[in-house]
């Protein structure tokens, strides 16, 4: 298409001032040069004004060209969104929901979450006949800090504990989730909490008394509580069972042999509902004790943690080479109510001056609580343990939490090792869950013992009075 020239009025008159000009030059004077040398000059200055106009003309199409439709700019917003929820997509996240933060790379194969607990705790006891066991105090019961994180399937966990005036390691593994037989599994090597009865394989800040019962602090290995393991747990939909073989934990000095543990324990869920449910549990272990071990047996603080001289003494045993226990466990949970039951017992061959021995004792607990509103009893199906209470109305968001009662009955026996005593306790208690992270304990312990060593002979009885401040994270 021919674009048809259109003369602006400026253009049109310069023209004619220009052919008016060349008139009056022509009868003034016959130079034919000159007056080629003014039609040139004319002719540039036409060629910088149609530049200029063809310019201005191109502006104001520009300006009264039509704007675009609301559709196309919709369209142009939600692809400028789509790209910035991609951008935002591929940040690291930070999750508040365990009462710490817990930061993960965009895909969530990468965690890492700080984590803690402080228990604060004051203590009293009176009535017993030995005036040096009616003793009162405070104690930071303990002090913990770590971290724990994941990398895939890769995981780890590191704690240290400020606890009794000195600082130990706790959890210290690595763990490693894959699947056996087409179950969910998980393979842990380092120092981790033992897998052993309701009450022993549940941390205290979530056992519903201050201390675990006798059978999960007395009937245990020569290594205690915690030990460098390889551990392998299989997972099913209402059951799990676990296999382990453990030395010492991290305080052996290096100057002396390990003791040697094989452990295993199982539990199922033949009821297994929301609001209700039934725990049955069995565990058994075999140790070889290393020569010189010390603490093969462990007295019994029944009174509480604060009080050590409130204790069931359990005699003493020399030339210890191997030991062997089990355990059962029972629990159900109904609504706001729960009620549990255990009964280990463990025999400890070896041989002294007088020949070779065969020795053993038991422990047994049972125990029941009862929500009163706020919360409901919290298990750990996949473990089998106790777990965190839920609440819900905390009273950090202007609710009263989650009230529980309580009530517990234990005994320990003893008497078949040398110098060994026997005791037993009644505990009465309330707990007020502020919220998912914090409660205040309070345990009244009546308690009696009956030792044949020690500095407390013979039968004794009398009260404690504990409680606590926990805040876990």
Do not use: C
Not at 15 to 43: F, M, W
Not at 232 to 258: C, I, Q, T, Y
Not at 448 to 454: A, E, H, I, L, V
């Amino acid at each position: 298409m021919t674009n048809r020239f259109r003369p602006h009025p400026i253009a049109l008159a310069t023209l004619i001032a220009a052919a008016g000009a060349s008139g009056e030059a022509a009868a003034q004077t016959p130079d034919s040069a000159e007056l080629l040398r003014l039609v040139q000059a004319q002719a540039e200055r036409i060629e910088r004004l149609e530049r200029r106009l063809a310019a201005v003309e191109g502006g104001a199409a520009a300006a009264d060209a039509p704007k675009p439709a609301p559709a196309a700019e919709a369209a142009g917003v939600a692809a400028r969104l789509d790209k910035l929820e991609q951008a935002q997509a591929r940040q690291p996240t930070v999750n508040w929901s365990k009462g710490a933060p817990q930061f993960a790379s965009a895909d969530g194969r990468s965690v890492f979450r700080p984590r803690g607990r402080v228990f604060l705790d004051a203590s009293s006891s009176g009535g017993s006949r030995f005036a040096g066991r009616d003793l009162s105090g405070t104690e930071v019961r303990s002090l913990r800090l770590g971290a724990e994180g994941a990398y895939g399937r890769i995981g780890w966990n590191l704690e240290g504990d400020f606890a009794d005036n000195g600082v130990s390691w706790k959890s210290a593994y690595v763990s490693f989730a894959h699947t056996v037989f087409g179950q969910k599994s998980e393979l842990t090597v380092g120092n981790r909490l033992n897998d052993r009865g309701l009450d022993g394989s549940s941390s205290t800040s979530n056992t519903p008394f201050q201390e675990r019962n006798v059978v999960g602090t007395l009937v245990l290995p020569q290594r205690g509580l915690f030990g460098v393991a390889l551990t392998e747990r299989v997972f099913g939909r209402n059951w799990h069972a676990s296999l382990s073989a453990a030395g010492n934990d991290l305080d052996n000095a290096g100057d002396g042999n390990d003791s040697l543990t094989w452990a295993a324990r199982a539990h199922w869920n033949p009821l297994k509902r929301e609001r209700a449910l039934v725990h049955l549990g069995a565990w058994a272990f075999y140790e070889d004790i290393a020569a010189g071990s010390a603490g093969v047996v462990r007295a019994s603080a029944i009174g509480g943690h604060f009080n050590d001289e409130v204790k069931i003494a359990p005699g003493s045993v020399v030339g210890a080479e191997r030991g062997r226990g089990h355990g059962l466990e029972l629990a159900t949970v109904a609504g706001p109510f729960w009620a549990a039951g255990e009964w280990g017992r463990r025999r400890i061959d070896g041989r002294d001056r007088g020949g070779r021995y065969g020795v053993g004792y038991d422990a047994h607990a049972v125990s029941v609580g009862w929500f009163l509103g706020g919360g409901a009893p919290a298990y750990g199906a996949d473990n089998g343990t106790w777990g965190r209470v839920k609440v819900e109305r905390p009273v950090t968001a202007g609710g009263r939490g989650a009230w529980e009662l309580k009530a517990r009955y234990e005994n320990a026996d003893f008497r078949e090792l040398p110098g060994g005593g026997a005791g037993n306790a009644w505990t009465f208690g309330a707990n007020w869950y502020l919220n998912d992270y914090s409660r205040v304990m309070l345990d009244l312990v009546r308690w009696q013992t009956d030792n044949r060593s020690g500095k407390y002979l013979l039968a004794d009885d009398g009260y404690t009075l504990n409680a606590r401040l926990q805040l876990v994270f």
